[in-house]
């Protein structure tokens, strides 16, 4: 059975970082892209990075481009979300999904989700 749990959330300063983690199981990462996803209150989810089921590409929303990072430990079926320079505007529930072809920006296309975990950036 896919499952993935994310962690790593928690309350940070503007211009401080996290590292949220997405741990997989059930699914080998070579099979699935991983897609990260926010969801601010009364606002709709929307992707903030991916990386292809082979791990050689990755991609970013344009308002964090630079800033955020991700990457995946293939032996540990780890897939990470490294976030730098956060803003109050970064403060959502980050999900994490798994999709069984490309990546895409669209959550609609993702097929597996995590509970999602939350990051507040607040001073």
């Known amino acids: 059975q896919l499952q993935l749990v994310e962690s790593g959330g928690g309350l940070v300063q503007p211009g401080g970082s996290l590292r949220l983690s997405c741990a997989a199981s059930?699914?080998?990462?070579?099979?699935?892209?991983i897609g990260w996803f926010r969801q601010a209150p009364g606002k709709e989810r929307e992707g903030v990075s991916c990386?292809?089921?082979?791990?050689?590409?990755?991609a970013y929303a344009d308002s964090v481009k630079g800033l955020f990072t991700i990457s995946r430990d293939s032996a540990k079926t780890m897939v990470y979300l490294q976030m730098n320079s956060l803003k109050p505007e970064d403060t959502a529930v980050y999900y994490c999904?798994?999709?069984?072809?490309?990546?895409?920006?669209?959550?609609?296309?993702?097929?597996?989700w995590g509970q999602g975990t939350q990051v507040t950036v607040s001073s």
């Open positions: 999904a798994a999709r069984s072809t490309s990546c895409s920006n669209s959550p609609q296309f993702f097929t597996s």
């Open positions: 059930g699914f080998t990462l070579d099979s699935y892209a």
């Open positions: 990386i292809s089921r082979g791990g050689s590409s990755t």
